[in-house]
């Protein structure tokens, strides 16, 4: 059997007919700039992520700089955020020309740990940006509280994990000063190229990101700050809005999986793998993460028998050449490097069927019940 880490093909038959006469028209229209779809989607977004203001932009990398840059941090600010994510969060940081300050993570959770983050606070700490990591939220409270206490700007990076929640309900976007989403393919709401976005609460906030979005400029040809080309298209909101739909059915599947293999993995007594806790709120499984023993054998092992898997992130970013710079060396963080040589990212996308979940955990049983 062959069971891919991620198979978006059926998942497109569900939406392909609906959506082909949406595109169909911006086509005939030749709206492809902002427009009517973008202000349309970006109001199902808003109403989706329990925000005022959501602002579409050009990816979640994007969403990440502008957020900085709205939010006037540059040259001699520090930002705290976490080495265990993709590059782009930390890579944000060093774009506006701030410095990025590591705190290493919660085991449990994969997250920035907030019980470490207070004493990296420097005179210079600007923001805080944890990740929601592989779509379970990051402990909000706890940076909220430190946020408001140290008076720091909060950004949230949600690009794995829209419609997640904290334990009170509260969804990822909505707690910090921004949100930040991506609509990359792989993701929970994936686009069919590169799109993102950002969410807000405050006006000021939300209005200095939509004029950034397209050069600082309002009305055409006055531009009151130095923004970027970070614009959504119409022909990706137009997919995105038409998705969003059965987003919640997708997250439910997602989540029916986890249990499935939580069940699976007792019955087969594989207790040697640590499977991630769905912790107190509404997880959204992005990925399904576990902690394996002998994880590169196993990776090896089960690509060769047809099972998708991933190492999602080898290389903590304290220890990335680019960063080197900044001055950190392995052994600084343990939990962050530790998470990166124990954990392997198991297929737990809507569509996996119980014969294919099945046949994930027999092929990770046979692993380890080789001589
Ligand atoms: C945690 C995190 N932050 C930021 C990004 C960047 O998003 P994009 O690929 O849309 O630029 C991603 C996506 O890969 C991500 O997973």
């Known amino acids: 059997m062959n069971v891919p880490l991620l198979d978006l093909k059926p998942q497109y038959q569900t939406f392909a007919d609906e959506l082909r006469p949406v595109l169909e028209k911006i086509c005939a229209d030749q709206t492809f700039i902002l427009g009517p779809s973008v202000k349309s989607c970006e109001a199902a977004l808003a109403a989706y992520c329990h925000v005022p203001h959501a602002i579409g932009v050009s990816s979640g990398s994007d969403a990440l700089i502008v957020s900085l840059m709205a939010a006037g941090i540059g040259p001699g600010d520090e930002v705290i955020t976490t080495p265990y994510t993709f590059f782009a969060t930390a890579g944000a940081i060093a774009r506006v020309g701030a410095r990025i300050v590591f705190a290493d993570i919660d085991p ?41 206490k140290h ?20 969804r990822a976007g909505s707690i910090g000063d921004y949100g930040c989403f991506s609509f990359f393919p792989s993701k929970n709401l994936g686009c069919f190229g590169d799109g993102g976005l950002v969410t807000a609460t405050d006006p000021a906030r939300a209005h200095r990101v939509e004029i950034m979005r ?27 809005e038409c998705k969003l739909k059965y987003l919640d059915g997708w997250s439910a599947a997602r989540q029916t999986n986890a249990k499935r293999y939580v069940k699976l993995f007792a019955e087969a007594g594989l207790s040697q793998v640590v499977l991630p806790t769905p912790g107190p709120g509404r ?83 046979d692993f380890y019940a080789a001589p």
């Open 151 to 170: 008076n720091l700007v909060l950004v949230e990076d949600a690009c794995q994990a829209i419609g997640a929640e904290d334990a009170q309900g509260r």
């Open 283 to 365: 997880h959204v499984y992005n990925q399904f993460i576990c902690r394996v023993p002998r994880r590169d054998d196993l990776v090896a092992y089960l690509r060769a028998h047809g099972v998708g898997c991933a190492i999602y992130y080898p290389v903590p970013l304290h220890v990335q050449e680019c960063f080197a710079d900044l001055g950190y060396k392995a052994g600084d963080f343990p939990e962050a490097e530790r998470a990166a040589r124990e954990t392997i990212a198991l297929p737990i996308y809507p569509e996996l069927s119980d014969d294919m979940a099945a046949y994930v955990v027999q092929t990770i049983a």
């Open 214 to 240: 397209n050069h600082g400029m309002e009305p055409q040809y006055y531009h009151h700050c130095i923004g970027g080309n970070f614009r959504l298209d119409a022909l990706q909101a137009a997919v995105i």
């Open 108 to 148: 449990d959770s994969f997250n920035l740990d907030p019980a470490l983050v207070e004493a990296r606070i420097t005179p210079r700490t600007r923001a805080i940006l944890p990740v929601h990591l592989y779509g379970r939220l990051a402990d909000m409270a706890a940076f909220e509280a430190i946020a408001r």
